[in-house]
């Protein structure tokens, strides 16, 4: 089993700045991937950021260049650094993990961003 929990949404207004954490526990050697993802209202999830990050190319276009993805190995945690936001970037944002053959999920954290 792998646990995720995301921290360090709010509200922020437009050309602000987060850092959402997701600090991974349990079986976390198991763990292939990593990945932040975000969920609008009446859209569908999207891959914001994956981890390995093979690059920036990976990354969603619409946070080319204003989203960060790093790994802290020594506290098991992702953190996603989001510059310049948007209004668009308003979204619950949620952390997962491809490990033991299946996905895991963290509960999310939503972000708001104010115009």
């Known amino acids: 089993q792998v646990q995720l929990v995301e921290s360090g949404g709010g509200l922020v207004q437009a050309g602000g700045s987060l850092r959402l954490s997701c600090i991974a526990s349990g079986n976390v050697e198991s763990i292939l991937a990593l990945g932040w993802y975000r969920q609008a209202p009446g859209k569908q999830r999207e891959l914001v950021a994956p981890f390995p990050p093979g690059g920036s190319k990976n990354y969603a276009d619409s946070v080319k260049g204003r989203f960060t993805m790093s790994r802290d190995n020594a506290k098991n945690t992702v953190y996603l650094q989001m510059n310049d936001l948007k209004p668009e970037d308003t979204a619950v944002y949620y952390c997962?993990?491809?490990?033991?053959?299946?996905?895991?999920w963290g509960q999310g954290t939503q972000v708001t961003v104010s115009s």
């Open positions: 997962a993990a491809d490990a033991l053959g299946r996905d895991y």
